[in-house]
């Protein structure tokens, strides 16, 4: 075969190649070079971090002709042997096609030979969770005590499915997902050495879509090399990727917070008209959106995130913070749900306009509202105030809402006096007025919800009525709901029941009234009971 591909072409052979595990190898390698060698390494990682890689490394590391040392010549037969996959006490293991109890036992009978030419045999079992129960019983015993020339290597996506037994017996290592960054700067170095064009946005969406795997980014960069036949572009690479590049994300988002309904549609229907993978593209979405209020919190970082600093500190700068929670929070449970929408595409519009719904009307931007702070204070200084307020007028107005009611003699006949006084707004007023009150148990109090009215009282409600009712008792207080029908005695009942009341005694008046009967009966009218409004004079 004349064409090797990129993953394997430049699969590391030492330790000082291999990128971004600089925590592996340095305990590796102090272990190598102070000849501490344990019985059993276990590697965990996701996939295409270099798991196996460093397992062959290691291999040749403990079996090099030059000694045992951390940097193996890859010129001595050993070394070229594990490099091109013929060394005899090498063994390499998929544990994905080999589960079974039979195939273990066969391995482990291999185990008591000496090696043949080498100072250890290894053998490096690749997805070690796939064991089987009795497979992992029959590898316990020759991994608590293997002979001196056997060492083990473990692999596997998965250490928590692996026996805390087999753990127990094995030095760990965590292979860490690699960086948008580090992921670049190493495949720009590969792309020279193979005399391959691109430029810095083309390389930047390849190692997003890498996803922390140095595999999968080089597997990528093999698949944008054949399709924009040598020379990699950012608009070739985002339409093989099935995504969009950045800027035109950014555009997306600037619509968004600047309520552009027009552009927004023409975009989107640009869009529709590619082969977009929307799944992704809501990736990328809520990636610019996380990177916005990093940069909002740290401007100093945007040098770290590997893209168009400029959009990204313009785009930050036009929201507040909670406006940007807003939108990521809208954009994950759309991305949740994109595959239930009767189609994804209408599924990723429907998501960016319930975006720009949800974002409050009449957004101040901050260069706006520094503005108008600006403002405020050269007009304060024009101004002379009517009136001094004294400090001690908000305290009185405090306790002007404070009640003589103890929370130890609270009932259904206060519950509703104290409800008149709480300085709630008017849509959670209106919910808590269907609440009836239970009984209080220590610092704990229990009322009772309908269900439907339950089923939309949220967190914020709940705060804002336990707060207002430890302020009003001037004693702190906890709020318990349970469901179960409102009683006559409730405030929104007992409100009900007044206003019947008056409205009664409002059309026996009416009724009563001479003036009205005579208007009846000379002009043959009638009285139209529901046009009668009582009014306060009625109580």
């Known amino acids: 075969m004349s064409y090797q591909v990129l993953a394997r072409k430049w ?33 965990s990682g996701t996939r295409g971090v270099g798991k196996t890689t460093l397992g062959r490394i290691l291999t040749k590391c403990l079996n090099c002709e030059e000694g045992l040392k ?15 996959g013929r060394f005899m006490d090498f063994q390499e293991v998929d544990a994905a096609s080999r589960r079974g109890v039979e195939e273990t036992q066969q391995l482990l009978e291999t185990v008591m030979h ?51 037994t087999v753990l127990s017996r094995c030095l760990q290592f965590h292979l860490k ?48 090399i054949a399709f924009c036949n040598g020379k990699l572009t950012d608009s070739n690479v985002s339409e093989m990727l099935g995504t969009l590049p950045y800027d035109h994300v950014y555009s997306l988002i600037d619509c968004v917070i600047n309520e552009k309904s027009n552009d927004l549609v023409q975009k989107l229907k ?24 990093i940069v909002q919190i740290s401007p100093e970082s945007v040098s770290d995130l590997n893209l168009p600093s400029e959009e990204v500190v313009s785009l930050a700068n036009s929201m507040e913070a909670e406006e940007i929670q807003i939108l990521y929070q809208i954009g994950l449970i759309a991305k949740r749900d994109l595959d239930l929408a009767p189609n994804i595409g209408d599924g990723f519009e429907m998501a960016l306009l319930r975006m720009m719904s949800f974002l409050p009307e009449n957004k101040i931007t901050k260069e706006s509202k520094k503005k108008e702070e600006k403002d405020e204070v050269l007009v304060k200084k024009d101004l002379k105030p009517k009136k001094e307020i004294k400090a001690s007028d908000p305290e009185e107005k405090k306790k002007s809402i404070k009640s003589d009611i103890s929370l130890e003699f609270l009932d259904q006949k206060e519950w509703n006096t104290l409800f008149n006084s709480l300085p709630l707004d008017s ?33 914020s409600h709940r705060e804002k009525f336990q707060d207002s009712l430890s302020e009003i008792l001037d004693q702190e207080c906890h709020i318990f709901f349970e469901e179960g029908e409102v009683n ?33 009966s000379s002009l043959g009218g009638k009285i139209v009971e529901s046009s009668i409004t009582p009014n306060d004079s009625n109580e």
Do not use: W
């Open 488 to 520: 006559d005695t409730s405030p929104n009942k007992t409100k009900e029941k007044k206003k019947t009341k008056k409205l009664n005694k409002a059309t026996k008046s009416i009724k009563n009234d001479p003036r009205i009967k005579t208007i009846i």
């Open 427 to 459: 849509g959670t007023k209106q919910l808590i007025s269907h609440c009836s009150f239970l009984r209080t148990e220590d610092a704990v109090v229990y009322f009772s919800m309908p269900k439907d009215k339950l089923e939309i009282l949220n967190g």
């Open 11 to 43: 699969r590391p052979n030492s330790f000082s190649e291999v990128v971004g595990q600089e925590h592996v190898i340095k305990a590796l390698s102090n272990a190598l070079d102070s000849n501490k060698i344990h019985q059993a390494y276990l590697l």
């Open 270 to 293: 640009i869009i529709s008209d590619l082969n977009v993978d929307y799944q992704r593209l809501m990736d990328l979405l809520l990636e610019a959106l996380q990177h916005m209020a």
């Open 114 to 164: 000496m090696p043949s030419s080498s100072r250890y045999k290894v053998y490096l079992i690749d997805e070690v969770h796939m064991l089987s129960k009795h497979s992992f019983n029959a590898l316990l015993k020759t991994l608590e005590e293997p002979p001196p020339h056997v060492v083990f290597i473990l692999a596997t996506t998965e250490p928590e499915s692996v026996p805390a």
């Open 70 to 84: 951390s940097s193996p010549c890859n010129k001595c037969l050993s070394c070229e042997a594990i490099n091109e």
């Open 177 to 224: 997902n690699l960086t948008p960054a580090q992921l670049s700067e190493r495949l720009k170095e590969i792309l020279k050495e193979e005399g391959i064009k691109f430029d810095s946005e083309s390389i930047n969406q390849i190692s997003r879509a890498g996803r922390g795997s140095l595999r999968d980014c080089l597997t990528i960069a093999d698949q944008a």
